[in-house]
């Protein structure tokens, strides 16, 4: 199984952005989905997730302006990112886990390739 993470793009410090996640196979409902971020020099870190029953959970530095959800029967799993800040600015990854809840990045595969996000102040 491979994500595919889309979206990604260049804005201003206080705009939005939506990400966007493709999933495949006929499992994909099963697995909580995440979004992580990774800043050059530093390591990947969790962003969201969602369950498989779509309860979302947040980092503590983007609750409040950041919104994930998913589309089963698309295969899809959404970041909407408001409000966004120069330090939001990161290569942008999906991921799926068992692990129900979990923030680790170790709990996480299927990784996809990243999208840039780019924030100027």
């Known amino acids: 199984v491979q994500l595919q993470a889309y979206g990604g793009g260049l804005v201003q410090a206080g705009g939005f952005l939506t990400l966007s996640c493709a999933g495949s196979?006929?499992?994909?409902?099963?697995?909580?989905m995440g979004w992580f971020r990774q800043s050059p020099g530093k390591e990947r870190v969790f962003v969201s997730g969602?369950?498989?029953?779509?309860?979302?959970y947040y980092s503590d530095s983007v609750k409040g302006r950041f919104t994930i959800s998913r589309d089963n029967a698309k295969k899809m799993v959404s970041l909407q990112m408001n409000s966004l800040k120069p330090e939001d600015a990161a290569v942008y990854y999906c991921a799926r886990s068992v692990v129900a809840g979990s923030q680790s990045p170790y709990d996480f595969g299927s990784w996809g390739q990243g999208t840039l996000v780019t924030v100027s102040s």
């Open positions: 969602i369950g498989w029953n779509g309860s979302p």
């Open positions: 196979g006929r499992t994909f409902g099963s697995y909580a």
